[in-house]
């Protein structure tokens, strides 16, 4: 079945010590979207590509980076993370900006 | 400043009778309405969406209603299930190419036995 597909889906850091999640897609969708979602708030959008077309929410921390070496793949590198960090972080992807968007399962991040 | 606001946090529902999940938006530029459905350790799920040149969409047990001029949408569960217990997201995008979907925080439905 086409899906997107979060790894790891719990990932446990320390306080400043990089992290890196990865999302993958069969869906061959041009958009891929990475979400930070804290406890009963909505998904907040950090980044986007449309392809390799990167674009970066004007309030998302510099300390979130993000790659997309290929169609399939898209990661989200923490290099310092904060306790503050600590949350479900989401990908999706969507055919194009309009089209419905599919989300991954997530990956729950604690920092200790 | 919330564009997506849904004001009740939780719900609770008896089994087979209606669930009503409402909806308010500021953005008069938001065109078309989407909801979401999310279980606990999933990621949120297309349910439904509207265009807002409608008033109302159907889909089997979900229908959804657009009122413009309120800015308002609701979502109708009916008959509501034990299944349906979970958060539900109503989110809204602009018309132009590059518009973001913008999500509420979410309301809670609990399915009542």
């Known amino acids: 079945d086409a899906m997107v597909i979060q790894n790891p889906r719990y990932q446990v850091t320390q306080f400043g010590k990089p992290v890196t999640l990865s999302c993958s897609q069969t869906?061959?969708?041009?958009?891929m979207y990475w979400y930070q979602q804290k406890s009963s708030q909505a998904p907040k959008l950090l980044f986007h590509y449309y392809d390799k077309d990167f674009n970066n929410e004007a309030d998302t921390p510099d300390n979130f980076q993000s790659r997309r070496p290929n169609t399939s793949f898209c990661f989200l590198d923490i290099r310092s993370p904060g306790l503050g960090d600590a949350a479900m972080y989401l990908c999706?992807?969507?055919?194009?900006?309009?089209?419905?968007?599919?989300f991954g399962p997530g990956t729950r991040l604690t920092v200790l | 400043d919330q564009q997506v606001k849904q004001n009740s946090p939780s719900l609770s529902v008896q089994e087979g009778r209606i669930s009503i999940l409402n909806c308010d938006y500021t953005?008069?530029?938001?065109?078309?309405f989407l909801w979401y459905k999310k279980y606990p350790a999933e990621g949120p799920t297309f349910l439904i969406s509207?265009?807002?040149?409608?008033d109302k969409n159907e889909d089997g047990r979900f229908t959804v209603f657009l009122n413009k001029s309120a800015k308002h949408l609701s979502l109708h569960i009916v008959p509501s299930q034990p299944g349906d217990s979970a958060v539900y997201f109503c989110a809204a995008q602009g018309g132009n190419r590059d518009d973001k979907i913008i999500f509420g925080k979410g309301t809670r439905l609990h399915i009542l036995p």
């Open positions: 509207i265009s807002s040149i409608k």
């Open positions: 999706a992807t969507s055919f194009s900006y309009t089209d419905t968007q599919y």
């Open positions: 869906l061959n969708h041009n958009v």
């Open positions: 953005n008069s530029m938001f065109d078309y």
